[in-house]
């Protein structure tokens, strides 16, 4: 009974709390039945969300709760003192505090590896990084953390950048702050969105927490069929296809063909946006069901015409962060051409930091920001703006979505891949090492993997009014074909489910 109680409440680094396990649904059915008893009234209801969410947290990341405790009461604090001060000069220093102490933190778990590893090789040093959290943790808690490693706190990334919009957003006077320091670190720590997001900002979530719960049975019906939805993506698509495939060909690309390589470029494309976008369509979903709205986070991205669109129609919520709080902060396009093309440049070569600390995530996030700049620049000069054939115009949009769509696939691989090396190796076997002849064996080879990547494709492609003309037939549908529809999509999730659970792959950032 002891070690049953252990599970359930205690962090486990092998075992942490993910959509995709049993655990979580257990835990969110007994959470939804005290919730039936309170939603009534929001005070209480904000104060067992609030617990609920840190609870969570706890569950998924361990004793780096904290750190989400501290960029709370900072940002909380922060936001309450540049409301109530008539100097801008005080609210400048407010601001530079949040966002220093923020960033700071970020960069501390984020980036520490890198910049020693840098200033090692640069100045010849021997310099190592130290857990400073595990060391304190341990003097005062008596644990015994290894404190010569830093692990990157589960899903810090997302939280900072929310919790910073808060801030600057007040300063900016867009806001006003937050009186109650529940309904703040509820809006920071909600645990649909936590780890993953969507980035949520305060102006869209915080009038929810004063408005009364409702939950119509559309909404009920279109909440089960995003949660539904979001497993089928991540649990059947995305996690056969990175198991029987796509691990295999980045670990070792050397050993695979051109042809398989480029392969496991497009099924990474397909495995990434599923992994991603189910996410969200889980967190939106449970989220719905608790009586909230979160921004949508994906529109079929890989329908994209040019890179501009792609970013418009990918992990949306980060792109217009950077484009509110980073673009424009550097000025936008407002100080000249040249200078709107260097700050989109320097937006996404940030932006691919944001990713991860290592060169191959800044030249990823430099090759989107040099394909803005030249978007840009043929918007301007482009010959077939001004085109009137029906004909012409259809097919332009077609080349134009296949060579975006190669692009995003292509810069992908510098994304997924191991380092550098593994990049250089990935290029060689495609233009250099195809193997045509081997192509027919490896079809057959890998028939389940391709005929799930090619349904994932065309699912992907179909047009959005048919897309939401089954959404809303299973929104209208009776409780028991909801019912039945459970039953099965539980039942091919079951058949496709690995031995071990996979990590949501934005967990990493």
């Known amino acids: 009974m002891y070690e049953q109680l252990k599970t359930i409440f205690l962090y486990h680094e092998d075992s942490p709390m993910l959509f995709s396990s049993f655990f979580f649904w257990g835990f969110f059915f007994v959470i939804y039945l005290f919730y039936s008893l ?65 960033l700071s933190l970020l960069f501390y778990f984020k980036y520490s590896y890198f910049i020693i590893d840098s200033i090692n090789q640069l100045f010849h040093t021997n310099f190592e990084v130290v857990n400073l959290l595990a060391e304190w943790t341990n003097a005062i808690a008596g644990t015994n953390f290894n404190v010569s490693d830093i ?61 009364k719960y409702k939950l119509t049975k559309q909404q009920f019906g279109h909440a089960v069929f995003l949660i539904l939805n979001g497993l089928l993506k991540k649990m059947v698509i995305s996690d056969f296809i990175s198991i029987n495939f796509v691990d295999r060909i980045f670990e070792d690309p050397l050993a695979y063909t051109g042809f398989e390589n480029l ?58 962060w950077l484009k509110d709080y980073l673009y424009i902060s550097l000025g936008g396009n407002k100080k000249g051409r040249i200078r709107t093309y260097l700050n989109l440049l320097i937006t996404m070569l940030l932006g691919g930091l944001w990713h991860g600390a290592s060169i191959k995530f800044i030249v990823w996030g430099g090759l989107h920001g040099v394909a803005l700049m030249f978007h840009k620049i043929w918007l301007k000069i482009s010959p077939f703006k001004k085109i009137k054939s029906a004909f012409l115009y259809i097919s332009g949009r077609i080349i134009s979505i296949i060579i975006t769509f190669h692009f995003v696939v292509l810069t992908w691989i510098y994304f997924r891949a191991l380092d550098i090396d593994s990049i250089n190796i990935i290029f060689r076997k495609i233009f250099y090492d ?42 209208k549908s009776p409780i028991y074909v909801k019912a039945i529809t459970v039953v099965l999509a539980v039942f091919i999730i079951m058949q496709f489910k690995t031995s071990a659970l996979q990590p949501f792959i934005y967990f990493q950032f």
């Open 38 to 102: 309170l939603y009534k009234k929001n005070n209480w209801r904000n104060i067992y969300l609030f617990a609920i969410s840190l609870f969570f947290y706890y569950k998924s990341g361990g004793y780096f709760f904290s750190l989400l405790i501290i960029s709370t009461l900072v940002d909380y604090s922060m936001g309450m003192l540049i409301g109530k001060s008539t100097s801008s000069a005080k609210k400048k220093i407010y601001l530079i505090t949040s966002v220093i102490l923020n």
């Open 151 to 211: 692990i990157l706190p589960v899903g810090i990334s997302f939280y900072t950048f929310q919790s910073l919009s808060y801030t600057i957003d007040v300063y900016r006077g867009k806001l006003q702050p937050v009186k109650s320091i529940i309904d703040f670190g509820f809006f920071i720590s909600f645990f649909p969105q936590l780890v993953a997001g969507p980035i949520v900002r305060a102006s869209e979530f915080i009038p929810q927490l004063l408005q």
């Open 263 to 320: 392969m496991g470029a497009y099924a990474y494309a397909i495995q990434i946006y599923c992994d991603f976008s189910g996410y969200t369509d889980i967190a939106i979903g449970v989220a719905l069901l608790l009586g909230f709205t979160l921004p949508i986070n994906f529109n079929s991205p890989y329908k994209a015409t040019n890179i501009t669109d792609f970013w418009r129609r990918w992990h949306i919520s980060l792109s217009t």
């Open 434 to 475: 195809f193997q045509w002849n081997m192509v027919p064996q490896i079809i057959v080879s890998y028939a389940m993997v391709f005929g799930l990547l090619l349904f994932a494709f065309i699912i992907h492609w179909l047009p959005a009014s048919f897309k939401e003309y089954y959404r809303g037939m299973f929104i």
